[in-house]
């Protein structure tokens, strides 16, 4: 069992950074893939960025790629999300995602979610 609980969300101008954190509970964090995807009002959950267990592999969306950068810190249980260079159309909820596997990392199928945070990014 893996609890999430997102923060760091907020309101930005465009062209500006934000920092989301994700922290788990459960001492088996460091077992599970993570994911970050978002979800604009009326449009579909879709993938934003994940990481394997380890590390060593990461994976973004185009639409973010060059911007967002995903890490974890398994001594500490978090999972991180730098944004920079922020755009109007990033304006979601955001959330954290955890899976055993790797298969299908893009896909919203995975085991465990947070909450949400809410990030807004102003023209």
């Known amino acids: 069992q893996v609890q999430l609980v997102e923060s760091g969300g907020g309101l930005v101008q465009a062209g500006g950074s934000l920092r989301l954190s994700c922290a788990a509970s459960g001492r088996t964090f460091s077992r599970y893939a993570m994911g970050w995807f978002r979800q604009a009002p009326g449009k579909e959950r879709e993938f934003v960025a994940a990481i394997t267990w380890s590390g060593g592999r990461t994976y973004y969306a185009d639409s973010v790629k060059g911007r967002f950068t995903i890490s974890r810190d398994n001594a500490k249980n978090t999972l991180s999300l730098q944004m920079n260079s922020l755009k109007p159309e990033d304006t979601a909820v955001y959330y954290c995602?955890?899976?055993?596997?790797?298969?299908?990392?893009?896909?919203?199928?995975?085991?465990?979610w947070g909450q949400g945070t809410q990030v807004t990014v102003s023209s």
């Open positions: 995602a955890a899976k055993r596997s790797v298969d299908a990392i893009y896909r919203p199928q995975y085991d465990y």
